[in-house]
Nanobody
Framework: QGQLVEFGGGLVQPGGSLRLSCAAS????????GGWYRQAPGQQRELVAF???????NYTEAVKGRFTIFRDNARKILYLRMNTLKVEDTGVYYC????????WGQGTRVTVSS
């Protein structure tokens, strides 16, 4: 069973940047498509970025052009680069496969506030 650990969140001002990382215990992102999910306060968790095993990416409309998902297969890490952050990007970010096959990790909290 894969284990997922997310880190890299924090408090950032609007317009700032963060890079989130997701360490997997196995080579799950070589086998399955990967995704970054966001749970905003009071809302359900949603998929915001997707990367296929072939490296094709897709994003929810709200983050297109600002977020980039990529992975390091050798280090078994999935990344999310977030630029030009907005207040509405605030939430807890999780990684998993898409669709989710593994237990959710603790997530990493991103707060965008001035």
């Amino acid at each position: 069973q894969g284990q997922l650990v997310e880190f890299g969140g924090g408090l950032v001002q609007p317009g700032g940047s963060l890079r989130l990382s997701c360490a997997a215990s196995g080579s799950i992102f070589n086998i399955y498509s990967g995704g970054w999910y966001r749970q905003a306060p009071g809302q359900q968790r949603e998929l915001v970025a997707f990367i296929s095993t072939a490296g094709n990416t897709n994003y929810t409309e709200a983050v297109k052009g600002r977020f980039t998902i990529f992975r390091d297969n050798a280090r078994k890490i999935l990344y999310l680069r977030m630029n030009t952050l907005k207040v509405e990007d605030t939430g807890v970010y999780y990684c998993n496969t898409d669709p989710p096959h593994f237990d959710w990790g603790q997530g990493t909290r991103v707060t965008v506030s001035s």
